[in-house]
């Protein structure tokens, strides 16, 4: 089993950047693929950015392409996802999570406590 908290949310105004961080204990790191979902109040929880094993591959989800970037530090067992020209559209609870690289909830078996970001216009 693997742990996951996450960090470095808050309130940030539009155009603005904040950089999450999610700490990982547990199982070895290296063996996960690694993710970051979003849910905003009344909408389903929705992919956002994903990392492989080795973090030479990754993806995201169009509305995030350009201006977030997921990167992982697996000598430290650490994900992060920095976000650069915030939009009040990017305000939701942020999740870490582990599993296999992909951009479903299925693809994940291990999830964070989420993290809320909110950006003001």
């Known amino acids: 089993q693997v742990q996951l908290v996450e960090s470095g949310g808050g309130l940030v105004q539009a155009g603005g950047s904040l950089r999450l961080s999610c700490a990982t204990s547990g199982r070895i790191f290296s063996n996960y693929a690694m993710g970051w979902f979003r849910q905003a109040p009344g909408k389903e929880r929705e992919f956002v950015a994903t990392?492989?094993?080795?973090?030479?591959?990754?993806a995201y989800t169009d509305s995030v392409k350009g201006r977030f970037t997921i990167s992982r530090d697996n000598a430290k067992n650490m994900v992060y996802l920095q976000m650069n020209s915030l939009k009040p559209e990017d305000t939701a609870v942020y999740y870490c999570?582990?599993?296999?690289?992909?951009?479903?909830?299925?693809?994940?078996?291990?999830w964070g406590q989420g993290t809320q970001v909110t950006v003001s216009s």
């Open positions: 990392i492989s094993l080795s973090g030479v591959r990754t």
């Open positions: 999570a582990a599993g296999s690289y992909g951009s479903t909830r299925r693809d994940y078996y291990a």
